[in-house]
């Protein structure tokens, strides 16, 4: 895999102007996953009452508590939807890898992915376990 992401997939990716040479290609990669947190994976306050009176129910127990703007779930809601089940998949090719040690150290997919690991029946990943 090392050798087709040097010879191959970098080389490519550079010549279509998606890469640069001096680009930092782990940081590009935690970019892209933060990226998918951020707008596949956030429902807006407000656009599912489950969870939006869920939240004012904890809230009220701190009134000095400001409300979250957004919240974590599924990409389909609050269950997983295919595109959930894609990403998650390519998540757990490197699963046990460094990278993915790395993905989830330094980017907001770590509860994201504690829940796709609940919804498939696995267990709970603990970084550095294997």
């Known amino acids: 895999m090392y050798l087709v992401a040097k ?6 990716l550079i010549e279509s102007g998606i890469l640069k ?13 933060n990226l998918f947190t951020e707008q596949g994976c956030k429902i807006p306050l407000g656009s599912n009452k489950e969870y939006t009176d869920a939240l004012l129910l904890r ?40 990278l993915y040690d790395d993905i989830i150290l330094h980017t907001d997919i770590g509860p994201w992915l504690d829940k796709m690991d609940v919804m498939t029946g696995k267990d709970k990943y603990v970084v550095g376990s294997l």
Do not use: M
Request: aromatic share 6%.
């Open 7 to 12: 010879l191959k997939t970098k080389p490519s």
């Open 59 to 98: 809230n009220t127990a701190n009134s000095a508590a400001k409300a979250p703007q957004t919240i974590v779930k599924f990409h389909g809601g609050s269950v997983p939807d295919l595109a959930d089940l894609d990403v998650y998949g390519v998540f757990q090719s490197v699963r046990g890898h460094r």
């Open 21 to 33: 040479e001096s680009d930092d290609i782990n940081k590009k990669l935690l970019e892209k996953v």
